[in-house]
């Protein structure tokens, strides 16, 4: 597995892009005294620039820089206006070529790359992982309860259904009149918490309820058949549209919309591997075993299906991963829902449309786009073979 | 088959609901007024809210039926009323809304809204001095107490010094009446029960939805037109370009499949496999940026397509013509469009056609005497090809995506450019109806697959019985 080292390749680079690309020098020796810059954002600095003042105007002795000596947002003042990386460069000496050119504004290519790539990990990693979640659950659940197989007593049933409901009405809706008034302001977290914890209560008074006689006798809920007609729905949802409606739409653009977004729509593809092959293994003899041995339905879904089960979710992740990088760059080359100030391949890519003697600016980020895609994409296919 | 054909319909409409319930509340969500925007399009941007322009404004409010309630029941809290009234002031609007989700009194401080309504009917019927409006004006904006209760003490002394106004002096102590009334209501306990109530069929999604059943959809923001008429006009180029590449994908696909299952396990097939992966994975804008700074600028010697859009057409060219200049213009798109699903649909049909070389027939073909040929093109691809011709409805949902990418950078006047184009224009009416579009169409292509393939593959009819 070769392409594995590929993959932790790239979240090296995501991990320790700072090291690699920064204006700041890591180690800077002024007047007998050493710092370490490159530190100062997680530290309190001791060395401060004044106004206009670069690195190298202090009165060093010796300095070391990292490797890219530019962060994604340096602007090169004798840089400006598309350099090619094989054409005259106004620079000090070979230490800061800019290997991948610069944008017009005299911002390192090579550097944007390398901010880039945490955008694009983290967007994939985080919306996938989200998808996973989601996916998985229902899958499982459709898979192993089947449409028979979920029986709940008449009380917890009904009791479940009226506190979702209510806690949902409370939790985002009527709190702002009734409980924890927070000047107009939501607050997600605590919207959320009142949600589980009203919903807790009701399911706690369903099992209150399920003593009565009536209220104790088991319906059927035909969870196989919901669960596929949900993945169905959300199927038929034309991902990249309604992402650039829904992004257009908010006020504040932030990437936590993008991953959260991508992850609730993502995920159909998952719940439907991990339904298949919880349809295949739940019917295999060990399950039967774990039955007789009286483990509860949750340990038997989950660790003793799951790990059996994981080669085909691993391979819709991979997958799916390589989509959301894909949906990530498209976004952010459209300039759509994406922080103004973050660089990334999309946006570096967009900017070759300005101005067409740039073909670095095409090349590179979309070379590194294809390159994350076509990884994942083996990835995937080699887990599946 | 027909009344397969109805269960399958019925099933894709709660998801059409479910859709459209989306669209419109993105459509509520959306910044901006929409009567505002209506009119500052007819009056080409002079248009102004001042006072003089209320009335305009109103009258167009309840023309684009924006002053209904916005869906068939509405739901607030049991304990007290939710200012639900739509005042026809912005300012107190606004206000009312604010006042009462920070003192929780919906109720008192809809009243304290009303009578200041009533405070500027009166004036304006009156056409009192301008200081007094001025006063008004600012009590109509705040909602600190401190700010108020100065207001209110200027309006008041202006009252003392100017007691002839009939009636005015009543407004006024209204007005300070229900004010410190919301401080002496007692906040109601019982807003954590819901209550709902029936708004009737007048409402704004109704008038939506069904002005988007008929072809409607409400007007764009950017010109006034009808929505409908603007994505018919749009369909018909994201079409052309989806029916072409379709067409291109099967035709290229299905030999690039079969080579590759018989072949199997071949450097041919490997190469196959590994360049169908990569072709796969380049993303479309990557390659369309590619394709224009490359192939359509003399900046590198190679200028053979023409740059942007579907091409000019003159009325009285003739057909040749017209074909040639938009094939011209039309090459570069339809490549960037085809060559990943080519890639996607060769891979699927490669594993359909191999698992179909595995089944006993053809070894029994085999075993027949059969050339190697014969068997498989006249034994194993009728029978490899169901799955792949009933796949399109998958690659329907893809194919749109990928057409908002390719019009975007080649500048067709396509659904995708529409969309992006109402995006950052700001045009929500066409955003939302192109979204439900997308997902109608993505509904219809998952039907019509599943229809071919219960009428192309007779077990699946078996089954029904």
């Known amino acids: 597995m070769k392409l594995v080292y590929g993959l932790y390749f790239l979240v090296f680079i995501a991990i320790a892009g700072d090291f690699i690309a920064n204006e700041k020098p890591i180690y800077i020796k002024v007047e007998g005294q050493s710092y370490f810059p490159i530190w100062s954002d997680h530290q309190p600095m001791k060395l401060t620039l004044q106004r206009g003042q670069r690195w190298e105007d202090l009165p060093y002795t010796k300095i070391i820089r990292p490797l890219i000596p530019y962060s994604y947002h340096t602007i090169d003042r004798n840089n400006m206006g598309y350099k090619s990386p094989l054409g005259p460069q106004n620079v000090p000496s070979l230490r800061f070529w800019h290997w991948m050119g610069t944008d017009g504004l005299g911002r390192d290519i090579a550097a944007g790359i390398i901010s880039g790539t945490r955008t694009a990990l983290w967007v994939g990693l985080i919306a996938m992982g989200i998808a996973a979640l989601i996916g998985v659950l229902l899958g499982a659940l459709a898979g192993y309860y089947g449409n028979d197989g979920w029986r709940a007593k008449r009380g917890i049933t009904l009791m479940a259904i009226m506190g979702v409901i209510l806690a949902f009405f409370v939790g985002f809706y009527s709190r702002r009149y009734w409980l924890f008034y927070d000047n107009n302001t939501t607050n997600w977290l605590m919207s959320w918490a009142i949600f589980i914890g009203i919903s807790l209560i009701f399911i706690g008074l369903g099992v209150l309820l399920s003593r009565l006689s009536f209220f104790s006798k088991k319906i059927t809920i035909p969870l196989d058949t919901l669960i596929l007609r949900l993945i169905e729905i959300v199927n038929s949802i034309p991902t990249l549209l309604l992402l650039l409606a829904l992004l257009a739409i908010i006020q504040q653009p932030s990437l936590l919309w993008i991953m959260g977004i991508i992850g609730c729509l993502a995920w159909t593809g998952i719940a439907r591997f991990t339904r298949a092959e919880y349809l295949r293994i739940k019917n295999l003899p060990y399950i039967d075993a774990a039955r007789n041995l009286g483990f509860s339905d949750f340990r038997i879904m989950f660790k003793h299906i799951l790990p059996n089960a994981s080669t085909p979710i691993l391979v819709s992740l991979s997958f799916g991963i390589a989509g959301a990088v894909l949906l990530e760059a498209f976004l952010s080359f459209l300039g759509v829902g994406i922080p103004p100030e973050k660089v990334t391949w999309g946006s570096m890519l967009n900017s070759a449309r300005n101005y067409f003697p740039a073909w670095w600016l095409a090349l590179f980020p979309g070379g590194m786009i294809f390159c994350t895609v076509f990884l994942f994409n083996l990835l995937g296919e080699r887990i599946k073979s | ?402 057409s908002v990418v390719i019009e975007y950078i080649f500048n067709i006047p396509g659904m995708g450019k529409l969309m992006v184009d109402a995006i950052f224009g700001r045009d929500w009416p066409v955003v939302n109806s192109v979204l439900m579009m997308a997902a109608f169409l993505t509904m219809l292509g998952i039907l019509v697959s599943d229809l071919l393939y219960y009428w192309v593959d007779p077990r699946v009819k078996i089954d029904e019985k």
């Open chain 2, 1 to 402: 088959m027909f009344r397969l054909t109805l269960k399958r319909i019925l099933q894709f409409l709660p998801g059409l609901f479910i859709i459209s319930i989306l669209a419109f509340i993105l459509n509520s969500w959306a910044p901006g007024d929409g009567a505002e925007i209506y009119l500052n399009t007819i009056s080409k941007g002079n248009f102004r809210t001042e006072t003089d322009s209320e009335e305009v404004y109103y009258e167009t409010r309840s023309f684009l039926g924006l002053d209904r309630p916005l869906f068939y029941f509405s739901l607030y809290t049991w304990g007290d009323l939710h200012p639900n009234t739509f005042f026809k002031d912005r300012d107190i609007q606004k206000t009312a809304e604010i006042l009462s989700s920070k003192y929780r009194k919906p109720k008192a401080v809809t009243q304290y809204a009303v009578s200041l309504m009533e405070l500027k009917n009166i004036i304006q019927e009156y056409q009192l001095p301008g200081e007094l409006y001025r006063i008004s004006r600012m009590l109509f904006q705040q909602h600190q107490e401190d700010p108020i209760n100065a207001n209110l003490e200027l309006l008041n002394q202006w009252i003392n010094n100017n007691p002839e106004v009939p009636g005015l002096q009543q407004k006024v102590a209204d007005v300070n009446d229900s004010f410190h009334r919301i401080n002496k209501t007692p906040v109601s306990n019982w807003h954590f029960l819901p209550s709902i109530t029936w708004n009737g069929w007048e409402n704004q999604y109704h008038l939506w939805i069904t002005s988007w059943i008929r072809g409607s959809g409400g007007n764009s923001f950017a010109d006034l037109q009808p929505v409908g008429k603007k994505i018919l006009k749009a369909l018909k180029w994201t079409l052309v370009l989806n029916i072409i590449s379709i067409l291109l994908t099967y035709i290229l696909a299905l030999p690039l499949g079969v080579l590759g299952a018989y072949y199997r396990d071949s450097k041919l097939d490997k190469i196959l496999t590994v360049t169908l992966l990569s072709w796969f994975s380049i993303p479309g804008f990557w390659m369309a940026t590619m394709a224009i700074v490359f192939l359509t600028t003399p900046e590198y010697g190679l200028d053979l397509f023409p740059t942007m859009g579907p091409g000019y057409i003159d009325s009285n060219m003739n057909w040749w013509t017209i074909l040639k200049i938009r094939m011209h213009h039309l090459t570069l798109p339809i490549i960037c469009l085809t060559y990943g699903s080519l890639a996607f649909t060769a891979r699927q049909m490669r594993q359909s056609m191999v698992n179909e070389l595995d089944k006993t027939y053809i070894k029994l073909a085999k075993t027949k005497g059969l050339t190697e040929w014969q068997i498989v093109i006249r034994h194993a691809l009728p029978n490899a090809i169901f799955p792949i011709l009933t796949m399109f409805g998958g690659i329907l949902p893809s194919l749109l995506a990928g």
